[in-house]
């Protein structure tokens, strides 16, 4: 009965983190717009990918941004209701990205979390 309970505990602790599969939904980059970010010293221009994540307990959305972006990233949660996100415009600012969706919805992100995943 304990080896029971305790692989009921790693699976109950290990589920939300098991990727099963990732889509790539969007994908994006600040050079298209001519802006760069200094990451520790170095002027690099940044990716941004939606993805859709699923999990061993369900299915959810995700901005991945970063200089090594899908690789290396600083994730930012989407989530505004059950539809899939779908991306409307990006506007790549000096200190930030702005992301708007079709929904109306938007999430802004500052470079300095973005900058710090190579």
Partial sequence: MVSFALSLGIVALLAPTVTLSTDDLHAESSADSRVTYDCSGAELS???WLVRVSRLL???HE???GPGAP???YPAPVAFGDD???IDHVEWGTGEVAVTF???DS????????CGVQ
Wanted: without cysteine; negative net charge; proline residues 4%.
């Fill in 46 to 48: 940044s990716e941004l």
């Fill in 58 to 60: 369900g299915t959810h």
């Fill in 63 to 65: 901005l991945r941004i």
């Fill in 71 to 73: 690789d290396r990233y």
């Fill in 84 to 86: 899939e996100p779908r």
């Fill in 102 to 104: 079709e929904s109306g």
């Fill in 107 to 114: 999430v802004r992100v500052a470079a300095e979390n973005y």
